[in-house]
């Protein structure tokens, strides 16, 4: 498997436009986690998705961040519209989660990210 | 908060040296894991340890975890240049958290030649 495939690897945005991130997880894993990665704050998790499901949006900043994971295969995170402070480096990562009543060991698969600047 | 905490925030080493870097978290866990970032690239997995074992080693690195104290430790002996990075503990939550990770604000490493 390539890994974690993520796209664009950079993306440079004037204020105001729509961007959309894209993400296609390791094959067969059911967790996917969209996360924001700025100095300032570090490594936020943005979104959580298990077996296609979002299970946990509270970290998506504002309502002009929407994720979607339309099957196993592909995810996209939107932000529309985007803003200056928007700007940091987005990770997708994948996991093999087992279920709640079994003890799985989680290991995130990361991509190598896209790096979002908004001017 | 369940976000592990990773102490110091920075560590300047020369080659050859020791590096040790600790995480402290908040809430119950499973299995506690460190993850290393190089400069603009994404998270590697390192090592996972669960909640019942105190001690593992994968070639140069040792990490320990106490759950009695809420903490772990990552031990990496004899560092090379090439270990600079940055260093990342997280947790795996119980209960309802479905398989969510929480992550530290890091540590970044510095080994110099």
């Known amino acids: 498997d390539a890994g974690v495939i993520q796209s664009p690897r950079h993306e440079v945005t004037e204020m105001g436009q729509e961007v959309t991130l894209r993400c296609k997880p390791i094959s067969g894993h059911n967790s996917l986690f969209w996360y924001r990665q700025t100095m300032m704050r570090g490594l936020e998790l943005l979104i959580y998705?298990?077996?296609?499901?979002?299970?946990?949006d509270s970290g998506m900043p504002e309502d002009r961040f929407s994720a979607k994971m339309p099957n196993a295969s592909f995810s996209t995170l939107k932000i529309q519209p985007s803003e200056p402070r928007d700007s940091a480096v987005y990770f997708c990562?994948?996991?093999?989660?087992?279920?709640?009543?079994?003890?799985?060991?989680?290991?995130?698969?990361f991509g190598q990210g896209t790096r979002l600047t908004v001017v | 908060s369940q976000q592990g905490e990773e102490d110091p925030q920075a560590l300047s080493i020369q080659e050859g040296e020791n590096a040790t870097m600790n995480c402290s978290y908040k809430?119950?866990?499973?299995?506690l894991q460190w993850y290393r970032q190089n400069s603009g690239r994404g998270l590697v997995h390192l090592i996972l340890?669960?909640?019942?074992?105190r001690e593992k080693h994968s070639g140069r690195l040792r990490v320990t975890l106490d759950t009695s104290k809420k903490s772990s430790s990552l031990l990496i002996t004899a560092s090379r240049a090439a270990d600079t990075a940055s260093y990342f503990c997280?947790?795996?939550?119980?209960?309802?958290?479905?398989?969510?990770?929480?992550f530290g604000r890091g540590t970044q490493l510095t080994v110099w030649p």
């Open positions: 990562a994948s996991s093999l989660f087992g279920g709640l009543f079994r003890v799985v060991d989680t290991e995130a698969f």
């Open positions: 340890i669960r909640s019942n074992e």
């Open positions: 998705f298990n077996n296609n499901v979002p299970i946990d």
């Open positions: 997280a947790t795996d939550g119980r209960g309802s958290t479905l398989g969510r990770l929480y």
């Open positions: 809430t119950s866990i499973n299995n």
